[in-house]
């Protein structure tokens, strides 16, 4: 008798030939069940389907990103709500926006009649979304004042800016939604990209439209040239004169002939002024703290060339007899 051959699976050809049969059966009446059922005109679905907003791109520009689909209830036939449910060539539905800037959102029940049209043979059942919400501004196009960004240049130690930075040109030229152009507050921030600033510079900086803005503000001017006038201040310190004033015979320091320094930055240009100043201590009794005992140190004259100015001590305390 011959031998029967089997599969690597353990079953025989023959079975395996039946199996193949059964499945291809069993496929082919699936696929016959679902062709047929496609042809039905009775299903309803909810899709998202494609549209699009039209509105003059001259004069109008979108801040944010427009919707691109709207939930809408449909029924029909079946290969149709296939194809709208895949969105396989969908071909999406135009809104057109006459004034857009105007409003910032549209009620879809405006859109119901068109769209109803615009699907047909498939029915428009319902809009399953109250409002669909856009962000269009009007472009205008305004000059700006240039400022310096704070966070894009450093001073070095101990030097200031005489005055406000100049720049050439004075005004810079910006196109873009009206909205953002609002937020500006008409300045446009330079950024220097300079650090420990200590001599006057002159530097013409590229003029770029920041990240959060790129696509959206566009920029006459190509460049802007800054201009800095800084000083250096010099540290310093003096030995202070002391001069009472308005103290009874009965009142005295609790400590006689204190030491009085005074510590100070003093503007480079304004070292020869300096040499030839008295400067004072001035203990004024009127002006004691009467809970404490205690009078404050006064310093007299004090030019405004001086910056970050203290003096050690500050307090002295008072001896009553």
């Not at 193949?20 to 496929?27: E, P, T, Y």
């Not at 950024?191 to 503000?217: A, C, F, H, P, T």
């Not at 503007?267 to 040499?275: G, I, Q, S």
Request: with cysteine; glycine share 4%; hydrophobic share 35%.
């Amino acid at each position: 008798m011959p031998e029967i051959k089997k599969s690597p699976t353990g079953i025989s050809p023959k079975k395996l030939s039946n199996l193949k049969v059964v499945v291809l059966c069993v496929a082919a009446a699936t696929t016959f069940w679902i062709l047929n059922a496609l042809n039905k005109d009775d299903y309803t679905t909810i899709v998202d389907f494609p549209v699009e907003f039209e509105y003059n791109h001259e004069n109008y520009m979108a801040v944010k990103d427009l919707p691109k689909t709207v939930e809408i209830e449909i029924s029909g036939n079946g290969w149709d709500l296939l194809r709208k449910y895949f969105n396989i060539n969908n071909t999406p539905y135009t809104i057109e926006l006459e004034n857009p800037s105007s409003q910032s959102y549209m009620m879809t029940a405006d859109l119901k009649r068109g769209l109803s049209e615009f699907l047909s043979p498939t029915q428009l059942v319902s809009m399953v979304q109250d409002s669909l919400d856009f962000e269009i501004d009007k472009i205008q196009t305004i000059r700006l004042t240039p400022v310096l960004d704070s966070l894009s240049y450093t001073l070095g130690k101990n030097y200031r800016m005489i005055d406000k930075p100049t720049f050439d040109p004075s005004q810079i030229t910006v196109k873009g939604p009206s909205s953002l152009l609002e937020v500006l507050e008409g300045k446009y921030p330079v950024k220097l990209n300079e650090s420990r600033i200590e001599q006057d510079m002159s530097k013409e900086v590229n003029l770029e439209v920041s990240k959060e803005y790129e696509g959206l503000l566009t920029i006459e001017e190509s460049s802007v040239v800054v201009t800095l006038d800084v000083v250096g201040f010099f540290e310093g310190n003096k030995r202070l004169r002391v001069r009472k004033e308005n103290f009874p015979k009965n009142i005295s320091l609790e400590i006689e002939n204190p030491t009085i320094m005074m510590y100070y930055l003093v503007d480079e240009r304004k070292t020869e002024e300096l040499k030839d100043i008295e400067f004072e201590a001035v203990l004024d009794f009127s002006k004691r703290n009467k809970q404490d005992s205690t009078i404050s140190v006064q310093i007299k004259p004090l030019p405004d060339y001086l910056d970050q100015v203290r003096v050690e001590p500050s307090l002295l305390n008072l001896k009553y007899e």
